[in-house]
């Protein structure tokens, strides 16, 4: 599976965006899918994750109530729905796609494939 993550830009704190995550492949809708983001000197973490079939989600704490993770598996395509943005959510965003396994991981080490990235700038 190839990614490609997209949308990101420049935004004022209180505004929005919404990433996407086009995928290459037919077997697409048998990955789970998650987003994280690497803030400028910290490390990678979790932002939201959703399961193959859009029937369930997880979001990290940060997120939640402003980011909504969402998929199209007939366009073969994974959204991150970002509202009420805040300067600290400043980062470069991957999506990331797990092969079929049990629940959710927020781990990175259990996503095989991973986008480029796509930057967020949320000035104050």
């Known amino acids: 599976v190839q990614l490609q993550a997209s949308g990101g830009g420049l935004v004022q704190a209180g505004g929005s965006l919404r990433l996407s995550c086009a995928a290459s492949g037919r077997t697409f809708d048998t990955y789970a899918m998650g987003w994280f983001r690497q803030a400028p000197g910290k490390e990678r973490e979790f932002v939201a994750a959703?399961?193959?079939?859009?029937?369930?989600?997880s979001y990290a704490h940060s997120g939640k109530a402003r980011f909504t993770i969402s998929r199209h598996n007939a366009k073969n395509t994974v959204y991150l729905q970002m509202n009420s943005l805040k300067t600290e959510d400043t980062a470069v965003y991957y999506c990331?796609?797990?092969?079929?396994?049990?629940?959710?991981?927020?781990?990175?080490?259990?996503?095989?494939?991973w986008g480029q990235g796509t930057k967020v700038t949320v000035s104050s």
């Open positions: 990331a796609a797990s092969r079929p396994g049990p629940g959710l991981s927020v781990a990175s080490l259990h996503y095989d494939f």
């Open positions: 959703i399961s193959w079939n859009g029937g369930s989600t």
